[in-house]
């Protein structure tokens, strides 16, 4: 009797367990259907550049600062349109006006602040698809020195004009990668591939070349690198018949 209660109980857990798997088999692929996600991805070098520097004068009349800071923008446009960049890729920003102050305190207490000077400033912003020649100036710019012009720049920036047509071609590799998966799982299950019920596309991401740099959940938008790589994701579901 009691060997006979151990085979009833070792029974009714087989029987337990395969109900259990089943339902969650089930849960897992509801009405017959199977989910795959599938990725695709290209490597791609920018075709727009983007390159800012700014440079400044200060005096205590604001005339003699605006007058000089005209020359200084003379020094630098003629500078890069004889490097080369064409005068409509070319755009200086409105002079920016801030009035220096010297902090004053006393024993330890502010007792007021003394005018220094006008301090202007102005930005320029070139925007080139000659890449490698905005490369090569952003990189002698220090020559202005030379002309009597403290010129500060940015990092270029890089950018791509041709993203739609890449993201349609990334999203079509995706697709078609999920599409395989799924073949390959209702080959493997016994079953065929059925209609497609429904797709979803991911974040798409355009990360720096070999940088390591991390996906993002909202998508990541590489500008610092010339050379990236554009991914996507697609999550299809099929029937399985």
Do not use: C, H
Not at 49 to 62: H, K
Not at 81 to 99: A, L, W
Not at 157 to 170: C, G, V, W
């Amino acid at each position: 009797m009691k060997y006979l209660s151990a085979i009833i109980f070792s029974i009714a857990i087989v029987i337990a367990a395969w109900f259990l798997g089943n339902s969650y088999v089930n849960r897992a692929n509801p009405d017959g259907t199977i989910s795959v996600t599938g990725a695709g991805s290209e490597n791609f070098t920018s075709d727009l550049i983007v390159w800012e520097g700014r440079f400044s004068q200060m005096s205590e009349n604001l005339e003699s600062a605006y007058n000089q800071l005209n020359l200084d923008k003379k020094t630098v446009k003629d500078y890069l349109i004889e490097k080369g960049i064409k005068e409509e890729n070319i755009v200086f920003n409105s002079v920016q006006t801030d009035e220096q102050r010297e902090q004053k305190y006393q024993n330890g207490n502010y007792v007021g602040s003394i005018f220094k000077g006008y301090q202007l400033t102005q930005s320029v912003k070139i925007e080139s698809n000659d890449v490698e020649l905005i490369e090569s100036v952003a990189r002698e710019i220090t020559e202005l020195l030379n002309k009597g012009v403290q010129f500060n720049s940015t990092p270029p920036r890089y950018y791509y004009t041709k993203l739609a047509d890449l993201k349609i071609e990334m999203i079509s590799k995706a697709t078609e990668d999920a599409r395989v998966r799924a073949e390959k799982i209702a080959e493997n299950s016994g079953g065929t591939l059925g209609e497609l019920k429904s797709a979803d596309m991911g974040v798409f991401q355009i990360t720096g070349q070999n940088s390591g740099e991390d996906y993002s959940w909202s998508g990541a938008y590489n500008t610092a690198d010339k050379r990236k790589t554009a991914s996507i994701t697609m999550r299809l579901e099929y029937e399985i018949e």
